[in-house]
């Protein structure tokens, strides 16, 4: 689900992780940080016209140099090196600015969309194919190793609120589908990335609680408990807690 290019190879510009052009295998990336930067720019508003004052000020948010412009022009003509060879995803020319312009599939951020919006309309093993992949795409934070301008905070925090949501809908998916032992150990790695999302916890008491391990969800569930309390001052759930009850209960 990439785009295929004339020559036969595969492009594809990849965000989820650090920045880089993905080639028939190779991953190229820019070799100034602007210009990293400047390609996620544009990878997380593709085919919307992006004025060289925007780029600008999305590169430089407080003082842009002199020579901003021209050096905007350079970096977009290092971005197009990379680009070479192919009929997208290409960098336009607009009267006032430039526009990234690729197929659904040409850049990572846009295909996980994608495959998440598919997944939602399935079940099952389709559903849970689709978000393996989806959650497959992920290399690292958005944009890694590159400060997000403030003009992409907004973007980012939504690709990474739906990696999540997306996450938690494959584990959902996959014990729908029996397989609650093989997910313990992710889940408690999950809860450790991301100790406030409590859905990860209901799904990881359900997971013990499926596969017979009683002890265990009532130490899970103190942890949460602990948790919540001292960073939030609220408590688990219902649901979460009538886990915990029926556990306790034998």
């Known amino acids: 689900m990439r785009v295929r290019l004339a020559r036969g190879r595969l492009m594809e510009i990849m965000v989820l992780g650090r920045p880089m052009v993905h080639i028939g295998g190779n991953g190229l990336r820019p070799l100034r ?4 930067v400047l ?28 020579s901003a412009a021209a050096n905007v022009r350079s970096h977009i003509a290092e971005l197009r090196r990379l680009l070479a060879g192919g009929d997208k995803p290409s960098i336009e020319t607009l009267d006032d600015g430039y526009m990234l312009v690729t197929a659904p ?21 389709d ?10 795409l992920w290399r690292g934070d958005v944009l890694e190793g590159v400060p997000i301008p403030a003009a992409l905070e907004a973007e980012a925090a939504m690709l990474e609120d739906l990696r999540m949501s997306a996450t938690e809908e494959l584990v959902e998916v996959r014990m729908s589908l029996g397989h609650e032992q093989d997910l313990v150990p992710i889940l408690k790695g999950l809860v450790i990335e991301h100790p406030l999302r409590e859905r990860l916890w209901h799904q990881l008491l359900l ?3 499926s596969t017979g391990r009683r002890s265990e969800v009532l130490e ?8 919540l309390d001292r960073e939030l001052g609220v408590r688990p759930a219902q649901a979460t807690t009538e886990l915990n009850e029926l556990a306790r209960r034998g």
């Open 39 to 66: 390609l996620g720019l544009f990878a997380l508003r593709p085919n919307r016209p992006l004025s060289l004052e925007w780029l600008i000020n999305g590169l430089w948010p407080t003082k842009p140099p002199a």
């Open 220 to 227: 899970e569930y103190q942890r949460l408990w602990s948790l």
């Open 33 to 36: 940080r602007m210009a990293r």
């Open 207 to 209: 997971a013990l609680w």
């Open 105 to 125: 599939h040409g850049v990572d951020a846009l295909l996980f969309r994608e495959l998440v919006a598919q997944a939602r309309k399935h079940t099952g093993l």
């Open 127 to 136: 559903a849970a194919r689709l978000l393996t992949q989806a959650v497959g």
